[in-house]
């Protein structure tokens, strides 16, 4: 059965960093792009990193390009993401999942994600 757990949100202060990693299990990893999305209230689900199964390819949403690193470590089936110079704007609950390059709605299971984790709140606010 696949699994995802993220891990290592919380609140933090404009101008701070956090370090989201999440845990994959049932399914092969090393042969799947992943991606970290994520949806804030009254927005749309945003894929915000995505990462290509050996590492080598990332993309980045425009709204977090130079402050977002996304990684993999595929001998521990994780996958992080670095968030650096937080904005508030960047407040919403992460994901990590497969990406499959085609859109996704956060939490909600569906033919091309049938399967979600519980997400990470992330919280940017003085």
């Known amino acids: 059965q696949v699994q995802l757990v993220e891990s290592g949100g919380g609140l933090v202060q404009p101008g701070g960093s956090l370090r989201l990693s999440c845990a994959a299990s049932g399914f092969t990893f090393s042969q799947n792009a992943m991606g970290w999305y994520r949806q804030a209230p009254g927005k749309e689900c945003e894929l915000v990193a995505g990462?290509?199964?050996?590492?080598?390819?990332?993309n980045y949403a425009d709204s977090v390009k130079g402050r977002f690193t996304i990684s993999r470590d595929n001998g521990k089936n994780t996958v992080s993401l670095q968030m650096n110079s937080l904005k508030p704007e960047d407040t919403a609950v992460y994901y990590c999942?497969?990406?499959?390059?085609?859109?996704?709605?956060?939490?909600?299971?569906?033919?091309?994600?049938?399967?979600w984790g519980q997400g990470t709140q992330v919280t940017v606010s003085s």
């Open positions: 990462i290509g199964s050996t590492g080598l390819s990332t």
């Open positions: 999942n497969r990406d499959r390059g085609v859109a996704a709605s956060c939490g909600m299971k569906t033919m091309w994600y049938p399967y």
